[in-house]
């Protein structure tokens, strides 16, 4: 099965590449409970300082964190719809009530619908994702600014993707760390999706408010050294992200020109695709025979007329262009 649905990096990276790192490992013991290697290997890639940085098993569990550090049972949660799934599952387990606003027509962030929103519900938490999953959209540093400033709770700002996109916005954090919290993940661009590692950066008392709801032992000894090694040698990763940037904006262009097929813009290493809803079932069944696993939404998701394709290598993208064009000849 060709993976195209779960954003994965499409580049191994190569095991004697990192063998080195966990040589010394003494399997018989516990990780470092305060993973100190790897969150200094994050403070020097990022520039934060090691004391407001809190690492975990994947965002998954950060965002988990965040939720039972900053929300009780019955408070509100607040994101923007379609977003990441996870925000909504946490906040359920958590018996808070999640709130998510509609998109625009076209499927963008509705702003002022968000702020209108955000005033009247006054959540205890606020969930943003930046590029966001599933559309792809970038969002400016100044609603972002606005939402942070007339949020009575945190806000959490989730940078999955970032490496993919244009900024990040790490240089505004300074001024507004003890309101955000900013998410990070060695699983996309690091192409690390096997370890389970993500990170989170704020001021050193949200960050122990993190730590209080941490379970122990949360990342593997394994996963803290080749998460570190990885985050110490960026230079793979770089050329890994220069080569998916190029193929997505080939890829985008070259969806353009096939009939039926209108994808969104993206700062991620996925394209959001809309199409008629009557094709989407004849699109999925073309790519489910030839043995590519491309993510379709379903009815119930809001997004039954759009199915997303992550950024593979350039021959796998070629095969998705192939079929996407085969399948819409024979639509009407």
Not at 37 to 49: F, H, I, K, N
Not at 103 to 123: C, G, I, V, Y
Not at 292 to 308: I, K, T, W
Request: hydrophobic content about 45%; some cysteine.
């Amino acid at each position: 099965m060709i993976r195209l649905h779960a954003n994965e990096n499409p580049y191994e990276r190569r095991l004697d590449d990192l063998a080195a790192a966990i040589g010394g490992l003494r399997l018989n013991e516990y990780p470092d409970e305060e993973a100190l290697e790897l969150r200094q290997a994050v403070s020097a890639y990022t520039g934060w300082p090691l004391e407001g940085i809190v690492c975990g098993n994947g965002s998954d569990e950060l965002i988990k964190m965040c939720v039972e550090a900053f929300v009780l049972p019955g408070e509100k949660v607040l994101s923007h719809g379609p977003t990441f799934v996870e925000y909504r599952v946490m906040a359920e387990i958590r018996k808070a009530v999640y709130i998510e606003t509609l998109p625009d027509e076209a499927l963008n962030l509705n702003q002022a619908a968000f702020m209108a929103r955000l005033e009247k519900e006054q959540p205890s938490l606020v969930f943003l994702c930046n590029p966001n999953n599933p559309t792809g959209e970038r969002l400016t540093a100044s609603f972002i600014e606005k939402v942070i400033e007339k949020s009575p709770g945190m806000v959490v700002l989730d940078e999955a993707y970032t490496e993919f996109g244009l900024a990040s916005f790490i240089k505004k954090l300074p001024q507004y760390q003890d309101k955000l919290i900013l998410l990070r993940t060695l699983s996309k661009a690091f192409g690390l999706a096997a370890l389970r590692v993500g990170y989170a950066m704020t001021s050193e008392s949200n960050a122990a408010a993190l730590n209080r709801v941490r379970m122990p032992y949360n990342v593997t000894a394994v996963s803290q050294a080749l998460g570190a090694f990885a985050l110490k040698n960026p230079s793979v990763m770089e050329a890994q992200v220069a080569l998916i940037r190029a193929e997505r904006d080939r890829v985008f262009s070259m969806l353009r020109q096939i009939r039926g097929m209108e994808p969104l813009a993206s700062e991620t290493n996925f394209i959001l695709i809309r199409t008629k809803p009557e094709w989407v079932s004849r699109i999925q069944s073309a790519f489910e025979s030839r043995g590519f696993s491309l993510r379709f939404f379903g009815e119930q998701s809001g997004l039954g007329a759009y199915f997303r394709v992550t950024i593979g290598k350039k021959e796998n993208n070629d095969a998705v262009l192939s079929i996407l064009k085969e399948v819409m000849a024979s639509c009407e």
